[in-house]
C-alpha cells in the first residue's frame, strides 16, 4: 500500500494522508491527485473570485446619504443637566408617541418622571443590542392607550435622524465597523436584507465598509428588492413625487391620500385657488410613494375616515413629515383652518359690520357660522373669539379624546390662538 503521493498541484512527494480519500462512482475509494492544502487554496480562490465585488464605472447614483431636519420645538434643552454630552452634537429630540421622552443621535434617551428628567440606562439583548423599556401611545380595542415596548436603539435613532430612501425594506442597521456598541446617528445605515448580507461579507474579508462602498452597494441593481425599477423611481407626480415600487395601487386610499399631499405642495394651479398651501412641501422620505405607505399603513385606524393634518402637532408648520403629520377626524381638522383668504387685514374670526359700523367676533364650525356678539374695535372682538375658539378647541379635543392621539390631545389642550395668526 503506498505509503507517499506527488501532487499535482504543487509537484511536491507527500505523505498519503496529506489526500484526501474519496469515494469513486462504483464506491471504490482513491486518493486526490491535488493535496488537501492545494484543493484548499484553490477552493478558496474559487469562492473569492465568485464572491468579489465590481461596480461598474457608471453606475447611476440615484440614493444619497441625507440627514432630517429636526423641527426646532422637538428638541431639549440639555444645557442645564448634569450629565456630559457623548459629543458637542449630540441633540435630544422629542419622541412624539412617547410621553415625555427624548432620544439622543448617540442612541440615549431621557424621559421626564416625578418632576425630574431621568437619562435611563436600557438593557441589552442576546445579541447584545441596546434597547430600552417604553409605553409608546397605541391604539388599542377603540381607544388610544400607554402600551410597554422596547425601543431598540439603532432602529429609533435611524428612523429619527436619517433619511431612509426605502423604508419598507431597509430594515437591518449597519454599525459602521460592526461595531455594535457605537449608536451615532453618522455611523448607522438602514439596509436591506441583501445589501446588509454584502456590506457584512465585504467588511468580514477586507475590512472596508465606507460610505463610499456602502452607497454604492444601496444603488447597485443588483441588491435592489425584486419590486424595484428604474422607472419607478421617476417623478409621476408634479414633477418630484414618485412611486418607489412596480407593485402600487393608484386607487388605493394610501396612494390617494399621497397624491393630494404631493398635489397641495407642487401644483401651482390648486394654489392659485388654495394659496395658503403656497411653501408647503413633503420631506425627503414622503416624496416616494412606497415610504408614505408603511407610514400610512402604521397609523390609520381601521373603519374611521381620518384627514391627514400637519398643522396641529406643530403651529405654523409647513412641512409634511412622519413627524409632523397626524391622522384625525374632519371635524378636528376643520378647527385649525384660520380662513386667511376671505378675512382681509383683520385679525383671525373677526369681521367688519357695515349695517352697524362694528366688528363682529364669529367663528365657523362644520359649515356653521357661531356669532360671537359686535364690538366697537377689531381688538376686542378678537379678544373674544380668542377666549372662545381656545376653549372650543378644548372642548372638541375632550370629546373625541379615544379617537385622537395623546400627542394631538396635548396639543389641543395647550394651543393658543395669536392676533397675528
Not at 384660520?338 to 366688528?359: A, C, E, Q, T
Amino acid at each position: 500500500m503506498e505509503t507517499t503521493k506527488i501532487c499535482k498541484k504543487c509537484g511536491r512527494i507527500l505523505p498519503i494522508e496529506k489526500f484526501r480519500l474519496v469515494k469513486g462512482q462504483f464506491y471504490n475509494p482513491y486518493y486526490l491527485s491535488q493535496c488537501k492544502e492545494c484543493e484548499y487554496k484553490y477552493q478558496r480562490k474559487y469562492l473569492e473570485e465568485k464572491n468579489k465585488i465590481e461596480f461598474t464605472d457608471n453606475l447611476e447614483i440615484l440614493i444619497h446619504r441625507h440627514y432630517k431636519d429636526i423641527k426646532p420645538e422637538r428638541i431639549l434643552d440639555i444645557s442645564h443637566f448634569k450629565f456630559i454630552p457623548l459629543g458637542t452634537d449630540e441633540t435630544f429630540v422629542k419622541l412624539m408617541d412617547y410621553k415625555k421622552t427624548w432620544l439622543s443621535n448617540y442612541g440615549r434617551v431621557i424621559r421626564f418622571s416625578d418632576g425630574k428628567y431621568n437619562l435611563l440606562q436600557g438593557s441589552y439583548d442576546k445579541y447584545g443590542a441596546l434597547f430600552y423599556s417604553l409605553r409608546e401611545n397605541v391604539f388599542y380595542d377603540g381607544k388610544w392607550i400607554y402600551k410597554s415596548v422596547h425601543l431598540y436603539a439603532a432602529k429609533a435613532v435611524a428612523e429619527e435622524f436619517i433619511v431612509n430612501p426605502d423604508i419598507a425594506n431597509n430594515v437591518y442597521i449597519w454599525h459602521s465597523g460592526f461595531d455594535k456598541q457605537d449608536y451615532y446617528y453618522r455611523n448607522l445605515y438602514p439596509l436591506n436584507q441583501e445589501q446588509y448580507r454584502i456590506v457584512k461579507n465585504h467588511f468580514n474579508k477586507t475590512g472596508d465598509d465606507s460610505e463610499e462602498f456602502i452607497l454604492k452597494v444601496m444603488n447597485d441593481i443588483r441588491y435592489k428588492p425584486d419590486d424595484w425599477s428604474r422607472s419607478a423611481m421617476e417623478p409621476v407626480m408634479c414633477g418630484i413625487g414618485y412611486r418607489g415600487s412596480e407593485n402600487v395601487d393608484c386607487t388605493s386610499e394610501s396612494y390617494l391620500k399621497w397624491h393630494d399631499m404631493i398635489n397641495r405642495c407642487y401644483n401651482a394651479k390648486f394654489h392659485e385657488k388654495q394659496p395658503q398651501y403656497k411653501g408647503c412641501t413633503a420631506c425627503e422620505e414622503w416624496l416616494n410613494y412606497n415610504n408614505f405607505k408603511v407610514w400610512y399603513e402604521q397609523n390609520k385606524i381601521a373603519g374611521m375616515i381620518l384627514d391627514l393634518d400637519k398643522d396641529i402637532l406643530f403651529k405654523g408648520n409647513k412641512v409634511y413629515s412622519p413627524e409632523t403629520c397626524c391622522f384625525v377626524p374632519h371635524a378636528v381638522n376643520t378647527l385649525f383652518l384660520n380662513g386667511k383668504k376671505n378675512r382681509g387685514d383683520l385679525p383671525l374670526g373677526v369681521h367688519f359690520d357695515k349695517s352697524k359700523g362694528k366688528y363682529r367676533a364669529e367663528m365657523s364650525f362644520m359649515g356653521r357660522q357661531i356669532k360671537l356678539g359686535t364690538f366697537d374695535t377689531a381688538e376686542s372682538a378678537f379678544a373674544r373669539y380668542k377666549e372662545y375658539k381656545e376653549d372650543f378647541i378644548k372642548d372638541i379635543a375632550e370629546q373625541y379624546r379615544n379617537v385622537i392621539p395623546d400627542k394631538v390631545y396635548e396639543a389641543m389642550m395647550n394651543w393658543k390662538i395669536e392676533i397675528d395668526d
